[in-house]
């Protein structure tokens, strides 16, 4: 697997400064040593979330971010709005009904983004305690605007909590600046590094809402982990992904180092490039442009070719892996990840590689 070339929506490509940092031993967590490069990661992610609070580090995949969210600022019982545009945004509203929430899931459509209008009309009759939403709908391809979206949802004094998992540190969002009450994001996509972390931020609202939760929560209990945050010499309640810690740390500076603005526009140059591509070769987007993500793109599986073959062919004999559609849209479409490290030459092999899987098969 060490020559494959990953553009799959994560595990992403870790860069080679990050991989040798990641494969060092691993610091002691009760060591000096670990205090300065908690603290580190932690200014770090702060600057990324474009947040004045603190980013708490959890050890787990997105998806136990998602939970913590859940997990904290509500109770059994408390009455959501999932915005769901795919796979992941039913996912949010699994673990709200798994914690006993009154979740109600408002589905705009797999390859849609979210209608403000209708948004909007639900948000003002239906007196939600939150709105759950996903920023970057990895399994289809499309980017919420998530500004709006917050700003729609702050008319009606209700809390946004985003799922940024496949956006942060790749397309902009701010949080603190556009009103959002939780983010949530892991190691393993926009931010470069191995998986095994996963982080999200609390507005002040979002901490105040934390203190009247009444639902179970032990590993995931993100006061007790601020506690750990706030410390002089900062740790966490319990032995976290020291080695991922270290990896993020030095990813995150390096994203820093390049600055954020920097990254976000080799995003968007990305985006266009590879949907440019796709056209001239005869396929489709699934999303409209105007909607469409630019760190994975989904593509319309032609009714000649079977989506499997496509991806084996550009894996066998390229060395190049993209992923297929997930849930309803399994064999209609493949994806495109180009997320996190990425390069000119390395986008350029992946093209090439679907370009002759097309021709080829
Ligand atoms: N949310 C989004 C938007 C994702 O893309 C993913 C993973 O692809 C997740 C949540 C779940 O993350 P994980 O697999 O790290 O638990």
Sequence with gaps: MEDMLLMTPGPTMVPEEVKKVAGMQPFHHRTEEFYQLFSKLNENLKK?????????????????????????????????????????????????????????????????????D??????????????????????????????????????????????AVSSLGGIPLKMDEWGIDAVITCSQK????????????????????????????????????????????????????????????????????????????KQSEYGKKVRKYVKELGLDLLPSEEVASNLITAIKVPERYKASDIINYMKEKHRVLITGGQGPLKGKIIRIGHMGYLTDEMLDKALYALKDAISSL
């Design 118 to 163: 209708i948004l909007e009309d639900k948000l003002k009759k239906g007196n939600y305690k939150a709105l759950l939403v996903t920023h970057n709908e990895t399994s289809t391809g499309v980017t919420n605007n998530i500004e709006n979206i917050a700003k729609i949802a702050n008319r009606y004094n209700v809390p946004v909590i985003v799922d």
């Design 190 to 265: 926009c931010l470069m590094s191995p998986p095994g972390l996963s982080f999200i931020a609390l507005s002040d609202r979002a901490w105040e809402m934390t203190k009247t939760s009444n639902l179970p929560k032990y590993y995931f209990d993100l006061r007790k982990a601020r506690e750990g945050v706030l410390k002089p010499k900062p740790d966490t309640p319990a032995t976290p992904a020291v080695s991922t810690i270290m990896a993020v740390a030095k990813a995150t500076d390096m994203l820093l180092e390049k600055g954020l603005d920097n990254v976000y526009k």
């Design 48 to 116: 990324i979330f474009q947040t004045k609070n603190e980013v708490i580090t959890l050890t787990s995949s997105g998806t136990g971010g998602m939970e913590a969210a859940v997990a904290n600022l509500f109770s059994a019982g408390d009455k959501v709005l999932v915005a769901s545009i795919g796979y992941f945004g039913e996912r949010f509203y699994d673990i709200a009904r798994a914690y006993g929430l009154d979740a109600e899931i408002y589905d705009f459509g797999w390859g849609n983004a979210v209608d403000l």
